[in-house]
Each structure stands twice: as structure tokens, then as C-alpha cells.
């Protein structure tokens, strides 16, 4: 897992997992775009799937746009992916990841 921080006071998270059991097929990127814009259109989705570069599968890259699909019942991403319960578990990392940052921001000490 890798986080990347932005400065100039504003918090950007940018988190990526190793994703051995994903095939790929970005239909999760076309789902996201979708919920996001009312488009298929990989550009705009905050969710990306990278190729490693050992070619030993891929991973997942949850951008700061991702708004977890706040109004669903599920995330987008999560519906149409054919390792849905292995991205559920990621995007529960992301989400306590941020979390604990946004509380740190704010004052707090966030749930440890």
C-alpha cells in the first residue's frame, strides 16, 4: 500500500493495492466514470487499475475524487467487478485510511 500527500494545506489521498486476483478489465474504471460524470470514459474515474511493471498482475489506485458512491447502496466499482469482495476490502482500507487523516486535520487523534 502507497500514499501520496499533495501540500499547499490541502490533503489529497492517493492510495494503491497490490491487486493479484484483478484481470484487468478496467470495467470497474468504466462503472466509476459512469456514477461520476454519466459517462464511460476511463480519464475520468477515480479509480485506475495499473499494470505492474514485472507484468505480475495489477494494481488498484483509488484516487482522491472517489466519493465511495455516497448515494448507492454499493460502489459502482464494487457491482461490476468480478473480484468484488477483495475490492470491498480495499476500499475499507481507503476509507479508514482517510478517516484517521481528515481527524488528524481537524484536531483529532482519529480511531486507531
Known sequence: MSMNLSVN???VTNMTFD???CGGCKTCELA???HLIGEF???NSAIKIIENKDK???SVDFLDKCDFCLN???PFC???CRESEK???FLNKFTRCTKKKEDKLKGGLGDE
Open 56 to 58: 505480475s498482475g495489477f
Open 78 to 80: 464494487v457491482q461490476y
Open 72 to 74: 448507492e447502496d454499493e
Open 19 to 21: 491487486f493479484p486476483d
Open 87 to 89: 475490492l470491498t476490502e
Open 41 to 43: 470514459n476511463y480519464k
Open 32 to 34: 466509476c466514470s459512469f
Open 9 to 11: 494545506n490541502r490533503e
